[in-house]
């Protein structure tokens, strides 16, 4: 059900999508009043959230039903704190029929909020982070009433297109309304502070979509993932002994699925560009006891050692020294839900394919013959997934597509001249396919399916 706007993209970032998703071969399979009517649902799916949310078990160190009751009664103590005395409190987990390691919570939403006159207004992102269970942390606060003080009730309303100036007492402009919360502190303490604010501003209680914090919640057993990184994990297939290389690997989830998935027997090298992304990987090795993970901060695009007898534990490697290679590259994520709001312009949305190319080079070198490389984004343009999987098959003639699994998601997008039979080989979460049609009496594994973030998946073989 639509509630907010469509995602506010720049007009030219707009046109370059609708060029993408209305292409000749689209056209010709579904003809043009299809396409468009699924272009207009994408930009309507993504400015709203999931209808669930997954959590990935981490059944290497308890069974996955002991991790479902634990969580059912952490979600439950945590609801009975914030429910009146007369509200029934039930927390629905269900698992996943195909994937043995995901736990599957319903977001009850769009529920039936009254807006207050007290308005607070935060940032975008924060916003988003809202729609998804999060309190409002004071830092994404951008707007307050100018008396506010702590114990206030307030709703809370999400700044589309970034123009409310900081410490502003109100905000006429684009905006959204993502439900009541009651302010923890004074508008002094969050911009009259000598030193930023620090903590929660505003405890949602009344929120327009429904889904637990998971902030502190079993954090060894219960890890918030996306469905589809979840299925990356497991259609990488890692086995016990295997020597696998994660080429992006910030901030770690899948690194760690990875280890988990191999019962921490073998080695899992992760490389990380960006040096203050480190820290995070490693916290999350450590809170999941996974000792397989080995982290360096490297530039993958220079991962490939020139000396083919190097004998160093970290990079660059010498050609062929992994079993397998997952390779989730930096993409234009204009696949992430819910986004309401992209400030990026065209020109940024096209820098990726180039250096998605270069990370994809290092990739197949580093791969033993015999071995799988596994290529994923999250996001929705043809350039950046099937148009790159052309791209690979011409390049690299030792490389050929496999079949996934589990294979949960659609068929890859028609528009980048590969056979259907490559199409079929293919992993596209595509939420517009059945956004708004996934009616609550399907049952939730077929609804988690399909109403995802937007994300793709790609399976070589190196022969």
Not at 283 to 289: E, F, G, S, V
């Amino acid at each position: 059900m639509s509630v907010f706007p469509i995602i506010n993209l720049r007009p030219a970032v707009t046109e370059f999508l609708q060029s993408v998703f209305l292409n000749t071969e689209v056209l010709a399979a579904v003809g043009h009043q299809e396409a468009e009517r699924r272009f207009q649902k994408l930009l309507s799916c993504l400015s709203h959230p999931p209808s669930y949310t997954c959590v990935r078990a981490s059944t290497h160190l308890a069974p996955l039903e002991e991790i479902r009751h634990k969580l059912g009664e952490e979600l439950q103590k945590q609801q009975m704190c914030s429910s009146s005395a007369d509200e029934e409190i039930s927390v629905r987990i269900l698992t996943h029929p195909r994937i043995p390691d995901v736990l599957l919570l319903p977001v009850d939403g769009p529920r039936p909020v009254k807006q207050l006159s007290s308005e607070v207004v935060v940032g975008a992102q924060c916003g988003n982070a809202v729609l998804r269970g999060a309190h409002v942390f004071a830092p994404g606060i951008v707007a307050s009433p100018k008396y506010m003080k702590a114990g206030d009730v307030v709703s809370v309303f999400s700044d589309l297109e970034g123009k409310c100036t900081r410490g502003a007492t109100s905000f006429q402009g684009k905006k959204v309304f993502v439900g009541n919360g009651v302010a923890q502190m004074d508008r002094s303490a969050i911009f009259c502070a000598d030193e930023p604010a620090k903590g929660i501003g505003v405890r949602m209680v009344e929120p327009l979509y429904q889904s637990p914090s998971f902030d502190g919640v079993l954090p060894g057993l219960a890890f918030l993932q996306n469905l589809p990184s979840v299925v990356v994990g497991h259609v990488l297939g890692p086995r016990p002994g295997e020597r696998i290389l994660d080429m992006c690997a910030a901030p770690g989830g899948k690194t760690c699925h990875i280890a988990a998935l191999m019962e921490d027997q073998g080695e899992v090298v992760a490389l990380e560009r960006i040096r203050n992304k480190i820290d995070r990987i490693r916290q999350n090795a450590q809170m999941l006891r996974l000792r397989s993970i080995k982290v360096f901060c490297f530039n993958s695009t220079q991962a490939v050692s020139s000396d083919p007898v190097q004998d160093s534990e970290g990079p660059p490697f010498p050609p062929e020294s992994f079993d397998r290679v997952l390779l989730d590259a930096p993409c234009s994520g204009l696949g992430q839900r819910p986004n309401m709001s992209s400030t990026w312009s065209l020109k940024e949305i096209r820098s990726y394919t180039p250096l998605q190319r270069k990370l994809f080079h290092a990739a197949v070198r580093l791969l033993k013959r015999g071995g799988v490389l596994v290529y994923s984004t999250c996001t929705v343009t043809l350039a950046e997934n099937e148009e790159l999987v052309a791209w690979a098959l011409n390049t690299f003639p030792c490389l050929t597509l496999q079949p996934q699994e589990p294979h949960i998601g659609a068929e890859g997008m028609l528009g980048a001249g590969l056979s259907p039979e490559q199409l079929r080989l293919l992993q596209r979460f595509s939420p517009e396919l059945s956004w708004d049609q996934t009616g609550t009496a399907a049952p939730l594994s077929c609804r988690a399916d399909r109403d995802t973030i937007g994300f793709f998946i790609a399976k070589f073989l190196k022969n």
